[in-house]
Nanobody
Framework: QVQLVESGGGLVQAGGSLRLTCADS????????MGWFRQAPGKEREFVAGISRSADGTFYGDSVKGRFTISRGNAKNTVYLQLSSLKPEDTAVYYC????????????????WGQGTQVTVSS
């Protein structure tokens, strides 16, 4: 089973950028489509972005479209989420998740999750 670990979160000012990384310790993530979600305190989990196994397909949530970019590393075992033009409302714990083929917005479809990384955007 894929074992996911997120990193790259931190504190950033509004308008700034961060790059989040999702790595699979078992180096099997290339076999999975991947998604990024986020959850702020008191709010529901929100879909951020998804990418296909081959990286030829991507999909974004409406609130991040044009500001965030999802990509995969050359070996496809690492997935990145580039966060740009950050806003205070982007503050949340960000999670990556894996599915054999699906990379859409339904969080319940994903079977494997990382522990999350905190992103805090100050105004």
């Amino acid at each position: 089973q894929v074992q996911l670990v997120e990193s790259g979160g931190g504190l950033v000012q509004a308008g700034g950028s961060l790059r989040l990384t999702c790595a699979d310790s078992g180096r099997t993530a290339s076999n999975y489509a991947m998604g990024w979600f986020r959850q702020a305190p008191g709010k529901e989990r929100e879909f951020v972005a998804g990418i296909s196994r081959s990286a030829d397909g991507t999909f974004y949530g409406d609130s991040v479209k044009g500001r965030f970019t999802i990509s995969r590393g050359n070996a496809k075992n690492t997935v990145y989420l580039q966060l740009s033009s950050l806003k205070p409302e982007d503050t949340a714990v960000y999670y990556c998740a894996a599915h054999l083929a699906y990379y859409g917005r339904s969080w319940s479809a994903y079977g494997s999750w990382g522990q999350g990384t905190q992103v805090t955007v100050s105004s």
